[in-house]
């Protein structure tokens, strides 16, 4: 098995469950260079990700593919068959990266991860990952997995920094990948880190992302549609100094987005 390589910045779909406009989000997202497109079952809309992966001129090997296997189809038996399932909707034969969406619902690591080497072992996805997990749940599956955790999905942005999963991530040689990135423009308003975008002449959103994109292992997937895609592509230009680092890692304000009460972290 190949090492996961994972672009700087990758393109979330969650919440953009409007079929046409997901389809051709993923057209213009790969037009304008993207190669990381990420999906959940949670997120019914993998049959649109898939039709946009069709419409565009980009060959399917030259785009990472991931998707999350739900809570509720956690049981050994189901992961397989909803895999299944999702390489349908999507039009694959695999993908690239299946996450563990939650360790919640039906989710027992001594059951559920080995059915994720099972699926690994029938070729349905490339590499495994985890998301939402705490560093100690992190840290069991990897006991437990025969595959080596490829990518680990978590809320991560300068107001949720994530610095003990991001260390880990460093260790243990995987990806932290970042979703709500932008905590969805709640922190728009921090005054850091608007004077940031203010010195380099760019928005706040792309000061976010070139904050992560500056991380070690750290890879944003920020959901975006219409104009956005190309704008927070470009923060992929931004190069933030280390006057500008220390000043957003000094960010004292704390906010998570996401934050379930089965959340493992309650």
């Not at 599956?141 to 978590?154: C, E, G, S, Y």
């Not at 940031?196 to 890879?219: D, I, N, P, T, Y």
């Amino acid at each position: 098995m190949t090492e996961l390589e994972l672009p700087p910045l990758g393109l979330g779909t969650a919440n953009n469950d409007d079929p046409e406009v997901c389809a051709q989000t993923v057209v213009e997202a790969l037009d304008v260079g993207y190669r990381h497109v990420d999906t959940a079952q949670m997120y019914d809309n993998e049959a649109a990700v898939g039709d946009g992966l069709a419409r565009s001129d980009v060959a399917r090997e030259n785009v990472v593919l991931a998707t999350k296997v739900h809570p509720e189809n956690l049981a050994p038996e189901d992961v397989v068959a909803s895999t299944r399932e999702s390489l349908d909707r999507l039009g694959v034969d695999a993908v690239d990266l299946l996450y563990v969406h939650w360790p919640t619902g039906a989710y027992d690591p001594e059951t559920t991860l080995p059915a994720f080497d099972e699926v690994r072992e029938m070729g349905l996805t490339e590499h495994v990952g985890v998301s939402n997990f705490t560093p100690d749940l992190l840290e069991e599956a990897r006991t437990i997995l025969d595959a080596p955790i490829a990518a680990h999905q978590v809320e991560c942005h300068p107001q949720l920094p994530q610095d003990d999963l991001r260390a880990l991530a460093r260790e243990d040689d995987h990806h932290l990948v970042a979703y709500s990135p932008l905590a969805r423009g709640e922190i728009f308003d921090d005054p850091v880190l608007r004077s940031v975008a203010e010195k380099h002449g760019v928005s706040v959103a792309q000061v976010c992302l070139a904050w992560g994109v500056a991380q070690e292992s750290v890879v944003p997937i920020p959901k975006a549609t219409g104009d956005h895609v190309a704008e927070n592509y470009a923060a992929l230009e931004v190069e933030l100094d280390e006057e500008d680092l220390d000043r957003i890692d000094g960010i004292e304000a704390e906010h998570r987005l996401i934050d379930p009460n089965d959340a493992p972290w309650h």
